[in-house]
């Protein structure tokens, strides 16, 4: 028995580290709001719909969008969730660099293929200060630019 005591006291104290040390270090994140400008294309490359969605971070990661009817409230947000603890996104040093809203953005380029065949293109601009993606332009296999969403005001809480 006194075997087993001085083992399971061992696992229990790092167990407990470990759960306290989970505990303390929560990931903090910079509170933030961000107004994007969302444009949406039909096939002939006029105008589907185009609105203003705005994006609530807290520190501890948890977001809203909303649009500006439902700003503040809760209630009226349309996607909620919560952001890992770290970047998620692998950024290469070869990965052209920009300056966008004061901040710097990686230029990420995207293909989308669908059975072999590329059916959507575009770009992302990531801002790895904000962990936040703050353009995104998809264009279809016809060169028109489908769907945009482009940050157009950044204020940090």
């Known amino acids: 028995m006194k075997k087993l005591l001085v083992p399971l006291l061992l696992i229990l104290t790092l167990a407990a580290g470990i759960a306290f040390a989970r ?3 929560k990931p903090t994140h910079i509170p933030r709001t961000i107004t994007y400008l969302q444009t949406e294309r039909n096939v002939d490359g006029t105008l589907f719909r185009s609105v203003t969605v705005v994006r609530k971070v807290t520190a501890s990661g948890w977001w809203t969008h909303t649009t ?3 700003v503040n409230d809760p209630d ?9 603890a770290v970047p998620t996104t692998p950024l290469s040093a070869e990965l052209p660099r920009k300056q966008f809203l004061g901040y710097e953005v990686v230029v990420i380029p995207s293909k989308v293929l669908v ?3 590329l059916t959507v293109t575009g770009e992302v601009w990531y801002s790895p200060d904000l962990d936040e993606l703050l353009k995104m332009v998809k264009i279809d ?8 969403s482009e940050a157009t005001d950044i204020q940090l809480n």
Do not use: H, M, W, Y
């Open 23 to 25: 505990r303390t270090s």
């Open 68 to 70: 500006p009817a439902g």
């Open 76 to 84: 009226d947000c349309f996607a909620k969730g919560q952001l890992p």
């Open 115 to 117: 059975s072999g065949v």
């Open 141 to 148: 296999k016809n060169g028109i630019e489908e769907f945009k």
